[in-house]
């Protein structure tokens, strides 16, 4: 029996794109341009306190930079303005974004598959509003996605894993969860809620820091690739 | 009779380069990719409306978007997240640093002279800390200054004009201020103070926003370009 579907949605971090592999490497060149400033450190011992800020005061924090200055030996960066090694860090940051940010392949053909079917193509992600919509414009996807089915906690005001936040996003664009597709890679934050709510849950499994959590409920599918995704479109939605 | 110089300080901005013609490119800029972005209104009224959102709450505030999405009529951006709006913009205003953050090519010639001297070569400079920094390095002529000559408002506590931000700078770097130079655009903020305690100051008078200003005092010199400054310096200084 083939089944109705109106509307797929997707998480945005490590399902879209490789958030785990951009942060490792937008981090990395940080550390070389903040040593190249002048902080008188070895790369890797640099990168590794910054690493440790980031767990400590999460990644949305706004003064990475400056408690990593407040954490390291106060010789290695006597002597120069520490506007400079900070400004020097943000600006390896953001020209990261520029070059570095780039889709999953196969989630960029599946997206635009997807554009040329009747389908809604939303995203359901949580973070902070500039931040997460300034990732789809980078990426380069914003406009194979229905342009009212954007859906950021942050705008919201619910966060993952409160399965409000999904059936928000179905009500919005007028579609019943059981006519829509989840695509996470996160099993308690993405596919738990989702399923709570009715919708049809796809879990994506790249092998990513998720990988390892276990769901309290069963994804409706798994897979590996967005090719994969694509072959269940096509078997079970005729899409 | 020759005189002793020890140092020579710079203001950043519309001085070492053209901040009134970088900020109209960036916000141009902006304005472009909001509309491309969603904004159903030609980029000539969203420009307008940018530069009175800069105009009202200053250049520093963090939230011109934001309010811009505001004061546009609603139906010009119905439909479309507003976040994909605002990340927009502020993604082209960071593209244009990029590539279009260049100094005055005789600014460069300058700097690249003084510090094949024995000359301290500094800032000193209003602003907030981390966004000044950036223009230097942006610029890339932090490596022609001193390490420990570069003076930002926002790190002191004393903003321009107050002339115990040019007295400081003189002290910090251990000179008389009779001994030290300060090159600025603007009468009011940059010219007055110093000469109230006792530098030498360098009126840069390129045409920018300030030439029709009148300060209280006179410079001790006022110059057209940079190619002027070198010639005071050898003339009067044997630099």
Same mark, same amino acid.
């Given at each position: 029996?083939?089944?109705?579907?109106? &509307? #797929?949605?997707?998480? #945005?971090?490590?399902?879209?794109? /490789?958030?785990?592999?951009?942060? &490792?490497?937008?981090? $990395?060149? !940080?550390?070389?341009?903040?040593? &190249?400033?002048?902080?008188? *450190?070895?790369?890797?011992?640099?990168?590794?306190?910054?690493?440790?800020?980031?767990?400590?005061?999460?990644?949305?924090?706004?003064?990475?930079?400056?408690?990593?200055?407040?954490?390291?030996?106060?010789?290695?960066?006597?002597?120069?303005?520490?506007?400079?090694?900070?400004?020097?860090?943000?600006?390896?940051?953001?020209?990261?974004? !520029?070059?570095?940010?780039?889709? =999953?392949?196969?989630?960029?053909?599946? *997206?635009? $598959?997807? !554009?040329?079917? /009747?389908?809604?193509?939303?995203?359901?992600?949580?973070?902070?509003?500039?931040?997460?919509?300034?990732?789809?414009? $980078?990426?380069?996807?914003?406009?194979?996605?229905?342009?009212?089915?954007?859906?950021?906690?942050?705008?919201?005001? #619910?966060?993952?894993?409160?399965?409000?936040?999904?059936?928000?996003?179905?009500?919005?664009?007028?579609?019943?969860?059981?006519?829509?597709?989840?695509?996470?890679?996160?099993?308690?934050?993405?596919?738990?809620?989702?399923?709570?709510?009715?919708?049809?849950?796809?879990?994506?499994?790249?092998?990513?820091? =998720? /990988?390892?959590?276990?769901?309290? /409920?069963?994804?409706? =599918?798994?897979?590996?690739?967005?090719?994969?995704?694509?072959?269940?479109?096509?078997?079970?939605? $005729?899409?």
């Amino acid at each position: 029996m083939k089944k109705t579907l109106c &509307a #797929v949605f997707f998480d #945005v971090d490590d399902t879209l794109y /490789s958030t785990t592999e951009f942060a &490792a490497l937008a981090r $990395r060149r !940080s550390a070389e341009a903040m040593r &190249a400033a002048g902080i008188n *450190l070895p790369t890797e011992k640099i990168l590794k306190e910054l690493n440790e800020v980031v767990e400590e005061f999460t990644s949305n924090y706004e003064h990475h930079y400056d408690k990593l200055l407040l954490r390291i030996p106060r010789s290695s960066s006597e002597g120069i303005n520490p506007a400079l090694i900070v400004a020097a860090g943000v600006i390896a940051y953001h020209e990261t974004k !520029s070059t570095a940010l780039k889709p =999953y392949p196969d989630a960029l053909a599946a *997206l635009k $598959r997807l !554009s040329e079917t /009747s389908l809604i193509r939303g995203v359901i992600t949580a973070g902070l509003q500039i931040k997460q919509a300034e990732k789809l414009i $980078r990426l380069g996807i914003h406009p194979l996605f229905s342009p009212n089915a954007i859906f950021i906690s942050d705008q919201i005001g #619910v966060g993952k894993p409160n399965p409000k936040l999904y059936l928000r996003a179905c009500d919005e664009v007028g579609v019943r969860p059981g006519e829509a597709i989840y695509v996470g890679d996160n099993p308690l934050t993405d596919i738990d809620p989702a399923n709570a709510v009715g919708m049809i849950t796809v879990l994506f499994r790249r092998g990513g820091k =998720y /990988s390892h959590l276990r769901g309290r /409920s069963r994804p409706t =599918y798994s897979i590996e690739n967005f090719r994969d995704l694509t072959r269940i479109l096509q078997r079970d939605f $005729r899409i």
